[in-house]
């Protein structure tokens, strides 16, 4: 079991940057896959970006080359380093891991990018 807690969203103009991070309340040390989903509304929730704990990494092409993943085991956070934002971001964004199959999200937190 483990609580995910997301942080580091806010409103952002078109071209802005935003790291988001998410502390989980457990050692994710030996958690395979740690990722990164968005929800915008009237849209599915969708993956943004995932990481191994070999940190491997896999992105959409949506965001490819814009947004990076990467995780501190020690701090036992995941962080989402997001650039070149665009208005189509615009997104609740979650975290996520599965342990023994079950799926643990974090709350979201709203980005924003407009002008």
Same mark, same amino acid.
């Given at each position: 079991?483990?609580?995910?807690?997301?942080?580091?969203? !806010?409103?952002?103009?078109?071209?802005? *940057?935003?790291?988001?991070?998410? @502390?989980? =309340? +457990?050692?994710?040390?030996?958690?395979? $896959?740690?990722?990164?989903?968005?929800?915008?509304?009237?849209?599915?929730?969708?993956?943004?970006?995932?990481?191994?704990?070999? !940190?491997?990494?896999?992105?959409?092409? *949506?965001?490819?080359?814009?947004? @990076?993943? =990467? +995780?501190?085991?020690?701090?036992?956070? $995941?962080?989402?380093?997001?650039?070149?934002?665009?208005?189509?971001?615009?997104?609740?964004?979650?975290?996520?891991?599965?342990?023994?199959?079950?799926?643990?999200?974090?709350?979201?937190?709203?980005?924003?990018?407009? =002008?």
């Amino acid at each position: 079991q483990v609580q995910l807690v997301e942080s580091g969203g !806010g409103l952002v103009q078109p071209g802005g *940057s935003l790291r988001l991070s998410c @502390a989980a =309340s +457990r050692s994710i040390f030996s958690i395979y $896959v740690m990722g990164w989903y968005r929800q915008a509304p009237g849209k599915q929730r969708e993956l943004v970006a995932s990481i191994t704990t070999s !940190g491997d990494t896999n992105y959409p092409d *949506s965001v490819k080359g814009r947004f @990076a993943i =990467s +995780r501190d085991n020690a701090k036992n956070t $995941v962080f989402l380093q997001m650039s070149s934002l665009k208005p189509e971001d615009t997104a609740v964004y979650y975290c996520n891991c599965i342990i023994l199959g079950i799926n643990y999200w974090g709350q979201g937190t709203q980005v924003t990018v407009s =002008s």
